[in-house]
């Protein structure tokens, strides 16, 4: 549940179009990286699942094997997304408004854990 909140604040921080323009690859950093080993994998949680729990089981998953700081976990989702699954991009743009609206509505409170009713 921590994960998922710390991720959703990262997510929840780009505005929703940002999150899946960034780019997939950049110069040979460590997302085009991630992107090249993983972004099948983080697309495949999606693909069994495909609502917001799926994003929520890819997002997990980024956190777990990225080994990148968190603030990265929006380019890591947006690079996989974009190289490899795009006609995911509107359940995770629904996965970044939902969250940001629970968000509002628990006021920002810090520590607040974030169900997906699920």
Request: with cysteine.
């Amino acid at each position: 549940m921590e994960k998922l909140s710390r991720a959703a604040a990262v997510l929840c921080g780009l505005p929703i179009g940002l999150v899946l323009a960034a780019p997939a690859h950049g110069s040979g950093d460590a997302v085009s990286g991630y992107v090249d080993d993983h972004g099948a994998e983080v697309c495949g949680f999606m693909r069994d699942q495909p609502n917001l729990a799926g994003v929520k089981h890819a997002v997990d998953h980024i956190l777990a094997t990225s080994g990148l700081p968190e603030d990265q976990t929006g380019r890591l989702l947006a690079g996989s997304v974009s190289a490899d699954c795009p006609e995911d991009g509107q359940l995770v743009e629904e996965f970044v408004w939902y969250i940001h609206r629970r968000q509002q509505s628990s006021n920002g409170s810090a520590g607040t854990g974030i169900t997906m009713g699920y």
